[in-house]
């Protein structure tokens, strides 16, 4: 379980990004943060694990307040956070199977690092996760030879070989095409599922989100204004988050959307 208490991040230009966010998130749930640019839904996750440091209250994951910990403590629990970025965040010339398996690196010696000598265990995993997320036969290309899709599959394995027991996840759908978009969404899910992961997803797409988790928090200047169902998502809840817009739209979108993927699975 991850909790957090009276979570706040001000910058040293006063702005307030995160303010005062209480909230928990169990074993295996997973969510959506929405909101407006600006909003804070990246720096509440990048403070979550300390990428950004957060100026006051408390993370804690199980029994652990991640917030107090020193720098070699905080390696060790960044272990147990598993990070898929916007940007895939990929090493470009290093080929597939080696940037899954950087996903290790908190669990092997620096010269075990060094010189890519990773466990047999290891590999068989990244292995594993490369068929599991549809990738099996690219492990031996390089990262800059792959689509989208396919770089944020890699980033997607390389996260769950930390074998984590939180995702933090930026705005995993942002630079793909609507399809692209969907199998990634469903494919982050489904594998939260399979492992009994908690995830905060960070998406722009309401829709999407509306879609595929069981849960919605909307954030609007740092501060928690909607936390509940995707259904519970009214075209006031999200005027509320956003401001005006045409929210009817929104909300047939998703009903239709939500209809074809209902078919598809039977």
């Known amino acids: 379980m991850l ?25 295996g749930q997973v969510v959506a943060l929405i909101g ?30 991640l917030t107090v910990l020193g720098s070699s403590a905080l390696r060790k629990a960044r272990r147990h956070m598993g990070m898929i970025f916007q940007e895939y965040a990929l090493v470009e010339r290093l080929s597939v199977m080696e940037n899954v398996l950087s996903g290790r690196l908190g669990y092997v010696g620096f010269w075990r690092s060094w010189f890519r000598k990773f466990p047999q265990s290891d590999i068989d995993e990244a292995f594993r996760l490369m068929e599991r997320v549809g990738i099996a036969d690219m492990a031996d290309k390089r990262a800059d030879a792959l689509s989208g899709g396919q770089r944020q599959r890699v980033g997607i394995a390389r996260a769950l070989i930390q074998n984590p027991k939180l ?3 930026d705005e995993p759908t942002a630079s793909l095409d609507p399809k692209t978009a969907r199998q990634i969404m469903r494919l982050i899910t489904e594998l939260c599922a399979e492992r009994g992961l908690a995830a905060i997803v960070n998406i722009h797409d309401v829709a999407l989100a509306q879609m595929y988790v069981e ?26 988050i956003y401001g005006e817009e045409d929210w009817e739209a929104t909300i047939e979108e998703v009903e239709e959307n939500g209809e074809e993927i209902a078919e598809a699975v039977a």
């Open 167 to 169: 995702l933090l996840v």
């Open 3 to 27: 909790r957090l208490e009276n979570f706040t991040k001000r910058y040293l230009t006063g702005d307030l990004a995160v303010n005062n966010v209480t909230l928990e998130i169990p074993t």
């Open 215 to 240: 849960r919605v928090i909307g954030l609007r200047t740092g501060e928690v204004v909607f936390d509940g169902p995707p259904e519970d998502l009214t075209p006031e809840v999200l005027t509320d």
């Open 36 to 65: 407006p640019s600006g909003a804070g839904k990246s720096t509440l996750i990048r403070c979550i694990n300390r990428l950004v440091e957060p100026t006051s209250g408390a993370a804690i994951l199980d029994d652990i307040n």
